[in-house]
């Protein structure tokens, strides 16, 4: 065997993802439940092209998330023939519907999910975020709908400009394009507090957990 793959044959047997294969997408888990994501990633990208555009976007499935947001904004910017640096979102949370129940996509703006909360959670109840659960570490945002707004005036009270990103360790480093390998995107989550409560916190959204 060659040292490629003796490094390969290793990995396997301790339960890692070899590095050739990590190359694919960012990912912190460990052997078992990255092939399990891996396959999920796969079957959502089949059943797009099998049953044409799906209604809702499960936004954890993108290897490169910033494309998907960035041709949403692409794409309404061609609708609405204006320029791209004008147009941004606006975030509107579907706390009362499941991504399974819907069955027609928006005519502006995509459905996502697949968000995952660190130092918060979110009540459904009043529509905002909260504390955490008594031992709850994550907790799963509700579907969001991100509407493409012209020239929108920006928004300073009543929420908390939650940073997301693909992998807990938070950290990455800045590529060509000028995306980051591992920051997403801000996203404005409804709040009762002021946003220096949950700066402090650490509260950050997340595509992807450890296992």
Known sequence: MDEDLEKLVDALYNQRVPDAWGKVFLSLKPLMPWVEDLNARVKFLRDWVIRGTPSVFWISGFSFPQAFITGTLQNYARKKKVAIDKISFDFRYMDDTKPEDVRSRPEDGVYIYGIYLEGARCDYDKHSLTDPKPKELYSQMPMMWLIPVVDREEVTEGIYMCPVYKVLSR?????????????????????????D??????????LALRN
């Open 197 to 206: 409560a949950w700066i402090k916190a650490g509260v950050a959204g997340f």
């Open 171 to 195: 950290a990455g480093t800045l590529l060509t394009t000028g995306h980051s390998t591992n920051f997403v995107m801000y996203i404005e989550a409804p709040s009762h507090r002021h946003q």
